[in-house]
């Protein structure tokens, strides 16, 4: 069956640093990929959107990989600040259309002053 | 609206009762989706609505749990008999066609005691 694993342990870093959050899947081709961000006691924010013939896609702070060969994103926060401050998920749908997202559990990043 | 919108945010039943929760998506956005995400664990995919044809139910845990979306818009998640492992937060998004990023309401949190 399809498995996507995000680390589940908390990622801490120290304020200014690159956070680095990996998506791994297996049993699975998905033509897009997606990040959000979810907030205590609020529902995940659309962040990127990456495509199977991507490679790279970035967005002020943030930048995503695509390695369909490895089967595996990583997202990138450069220049991280405390407000970074959490959980952050990835979801892949695709392909042959389909348009229900399979979410992973996500990653906590805690940012330190 | 200007954002997808819950109601109510939380929601406090007695195991065996019915609960109806509500999502107003936002205008213009034809896919509609209810995942369900419990403490520490990933979203789980419960429905699928895409404009006028037939849902993706393929998610629902149990006939315990319907959906319906009226005119295209407003979705009510009807959850019957409940459970103490119904307790959860139900999250909508939804989306224009076609789109592969989606947008989310806060959720609705349910305890059942």
């Known amino acids: 069956s399809q498995k996507i694993e995000q680390n589940s342990e908390a990622l801490n870093i120290q304020e200014g640093k690159t956070a680095t959050l990996t998506c791994n899947y297996t049993n699975y081709s998905p033509a897009y990929l997606q990040w959000y961000r979810q907030d205590p006691g609020r529902g995940p924010v659309f962040l990127l959107l990456i495509r199977e013939n991507e490679k790279e896609k970035r967005k002020e702070r943030l930048k995503v990989t695509f390695d369909t060969t490895l089967k595996q994103s990583l997202f990138h926060i450069t220049a991280s600040q405390p407000a970074d401050s959490a959980t952050y998920l990835c979801?892949?749908?695709?392909?042959?259309?389909?348009?229900?997202?399979?979410f992973g559990r996500g990653t906590s990043l805690i940012v330190h002053p | 609206g200007a954002g997808v919108s819950q109601s109510p945010s939380n929601k406090v039943t007695e195991k065996g009762k019915d609960v109806e929760l509500r999502c107003d998506p936002i205008s213009g956005h034809t896919a509609l989706y209810w995942y369900r995400q419990s403490l520490g664990q990933g979203l789980e995919f419960l429905i699928y609505f895409q404009g006028n044809s037939a849902p993706d139910k393929s998610g629902l845990p149990s006939d315990r749990f319907s959906a319906e979306r009226t005119g295209g818009s407003v979705s009510t998640l009807t959850i019957q008999r409940t459970q103490q492992e119904d307790s959860a937060v139900y999250l909508c998004a939804s989306s224009p066609r076609g789109a592969h990023g989606y947008t989310f309401g806060s959720g609705t949190r349910l305890t059942v005691v």
């Open positions: 979801a892949l749908d695709g392909p042959g259309g389909s348009y229900i997202p399979t």
